[in-house]
C-alpha cells in the first residue's frame, strides 16, 4: 500500500486542490486517496454501492425466510412503481 501512497502522493499537490475522486468501496481505495488528497471528496461508484444494497436485502430477506420468488423482485422495485396488489404482499411482509 506504501508504494501506492507514495506514487500517486507524486502528483504536486497543487493538482491535488479541489480534487473529486469517484472509486470502488473497497478501503484500501479511500486510504490512499485520503492520505494524499485529504481534502477530496470521494464519490463512490454506483454500481459497487447498488451491488452492496442488492446483497443486503436478498441477505435480509433470507433471514426473514421469505420464500416467494416474486419477493426479491418487489423488494428492489421503487414503492411508486408498485400496483395495489404488489403494495399488499410487500406490507405482508
Same mark, same amino acid.
Given at each position: 500500500?506504501?508504494?501506492?501512497?507514495? @506514487?500517486?502522493?507524486? %502528483? #504536486?499537490?497543487?493538482? /491535488? +486542490? /479541489?480534487? $473529486?475522486?469517484?472509486? &470502488?468501496?473497497?478501503?484500501?481505495?479511500? +486510504?490512499? %486517496?485520503? @492520505?494524499?488528497? #485529504?481534502?477530496?471528496? %470521494?464519490? +463512490? &461508484?454506483? *454500481?459497487?454501492?447498488? !451491488?452492496?444494497?442488492?446483497? $443486503? *436485502? &436478498? =441477505? %435480509? =430477506?433470507? !433471514?426473514?425466510?421469505?420464500?416467494?420468488?416474486?419477493?426479491?423482485?418487489?423488494?428492489?422495485?421503487?414503492? @411508486?412503481?408498485?400496483?395495489?396488489? $404488489?403494495?399488499? @404482499?410487500? &406490507?405482508? +411482509?
Amino acid at each position: 500500500m506504501t508504494k501506492v501512497v507514495r @506514487k500517486v502522493g507524486s %502528483i #504536486p499537490s497543487s493538482t /491535488g +486542490y /479541489g480534487v $473529486e475522486v469517484s472509486i &470502488d468501496i473497497l478501503a484500501g481505495f479511500a +486510504y490512499v %486517496i485520503r @492520505k494524499v488528497f #485529504p481534502n477530496a471528496r %470521494i464519490v +463512490y &461508484d454506483r *454500481f459497487h454501492v447498488m !451491488q452492496k444494497v442488492i446483497k $443486503e *436485502f &436478498d =441477505r %435480509i =430477506r433470507r !433471514q426473514s425466510r421469505i420464500t416467494d420468488k416474486g419477493a426479491k423482485r418487489l423488494i428492489l422495485k421503487n414503492r @411508486k412503481d408498485l400496483n395495489e396488489e $404488489e403494495k399488499a @404482499k410487500l &406490507d405482508s +411482509y
